[in-house]
């Protein structure tokens, strides 16, 4: 029996209900058989090539404290594994490396409102140290079954033990950074579009929002980068260099979603810009009309309050033609204004 299994025996039911999958792996090759945690800890053999992977799914704070004890794992990290809404950060505590990695879902809409809710956001932690893999989703975080099975069909990859887990989880939720990072591009060029369409006004508050939401998917990759820059400085013994080079390609498209993350929250803050000086324009062109009608109505209205007016002596006021001159000059001094205001757009 080895030195990890020393805490197990008390922990071999504790937590099926938040666990996943259970394996056992030797030299790259799954060991045929489900397994418990005592028969795991008791077969782990750290750098005879064999270690286990166990996938837990929002486990209680009892259920990962049976796998902590077990493993050996840090109080601290524990912690953050347990109540989850971490920092994407990683820790050393002692021989063991712990990830956290934020994942983003994005929620299918068919159109961007000032409520839509475009990305959801989980949490995947991975504990990677000899003999032993152990990863904990939280909320939206994809099922990791697909991973699992990619480096199972792998054995010369899944050889290089827990880091080629945690390279392997790692470029599945940064290349899923990229997939999200194309699906808000079709969201942006559609609010553009309509921005800059004539007579269309949009809502601010729907670009509002897609900033929002760009702002959380942000949040969540940006930090990232010094971890995945410290796994592929081949600076940690955890990590085997061959395995390193895989975690800079990593590193590399981490970066590329970065950068059109920053892109976007550029663009996406000059589409709010020109969506409130085009509301700004097309109020002062509402106001223009508006009082481009009231000139045309000043001129009759002025002309009928002096007719109006309840004198006995006034001009024209017994003249057979007095009515239809000024009808007249009102019709004409409107349409001299009206000219006027079209010739300079009021109108």
């Not at 090759?29 to 750098?47: A, C, F, Q, T």
């Not at 975080?141 to 790692?170: F, K, M, N, S, T």
């Not at 002596?313 to 009515?323: A, C, V």
Request: aromatic share 6%; proline share 6%.
């Amino acid at each position: 029996m080895t030195e990890l299994s020393k805490h197990s025996s008390d922990s071999s039911d504790a937590l099926p209900a938040a666990v996943v999958d259970c394996a056992l792996y030797e030299d790259g090759e799954r060991i045929p058989g489900r397994v418990g945690l005592d028969s795991i800890l008791d077969r782990i053999e750290p750098g005879a090539g064999r270690f286990a992977w166990i996938g837990l799914y929002e486990p209680s704070a009892e259920q990962l404290q049976h796998v902590a004890d077990a493993f050996g794992l840090h109080p601290l990290a524990v912690e953050d594994a347990v109540h989850a809404h971490q920092r994407p950060k990683l820790e050393r505590y002692g021989d063991t490396l712990f990830l956290v990695l934020k994942t983003i879902v994005y929620c299918d809409h068919e159109e961007v409102t000032a409520t839509s809710e475009i990305v959801d956001t989980g949490e995947i932690m991975v504990f990677a140290g000899p003999g032993f893999a152990i990863t904990v989703r939280h909320g939206s975080a994809p099922p990791l079954a697909a991973v699992r099975r990619r480096l199972e069909a792998d054995p010369d990859q899944l050889g290089h033990g827990p880091a080629a887990v945690l390279h392997a989880i790692a470029d599945i939720v940064v290349d899923h950074y990229l997939d999200v990072a194309d699906a808000f591009q079709i969201d942006i060029d559609t609010l553009e579009g309509e921005v800059f369409a004539p007579d269309r006004p949009v809502d601010p508050a729907r670009i509002y929002q897609l900033k929002r939401e760009l702002l959380e998917f942000k949040r969540a990759v940006a930090p990232l980068a010094g971890p995945l820059q410290r796994l592929a400085s081949g600076t940690l013994a955890d990590i085997p260099a061959s395995v390193t080079a895989y975690l800079r390609d990593v590193a590399d498209h981490h970066q590329r979603a970065t950068e059109r993350i920053i892109g976007f929250d550029e663009l996406v803050a000059g589409i709010l810009n020109a969506s409130t000086a085009q509301l700004s324009v097309r109020q002062n062109s509402d106001m223009r009309r508006i009082s481009a009608m009231a000139a045309l109505i000043a001129v009759p209205t002025m002309v009928a309050g002096v007719y109006g007016m309840n004198f006995e002596h006034m001009p024209e006021l017994t003249w057979r033609y007095g009515y239809p001159a000024v009808l007249t000059v009102i019709a004409v001094v409107c349409t001299l204004i009206y000219r006027a205001l079209r010739r300079n757009k009021w109108l």
